[in-house]
């Protein structure tokens, strides 16, 4: 099923490895809880770069192929 992952950085790039976060997929998508936008769909990572004082909290969804 579905996970979030919240990550509060300064202006710094992030990856998120989906391996790392418990979901088994070829592909995710991800989408920003914050904003309530849906960011794409990923491989095996995505990055952010994450601007001063800014948070974002995602969820990493599997896709069916």
Known sequence: GPRTTGRI?????????????????????????????????FGHEYAATIPPHAVQMIRVTPLRK
């Open 9 to 41: 950085r300064h202006d710094e790039k992030i990856t998120v490895y989906v391996s790392r976060t418990g979901v088994h997929a070829d592909s995710v998508g991800i989408r920003d809880l914050w904003t309530h936008t849906d960011l794409g769909r």
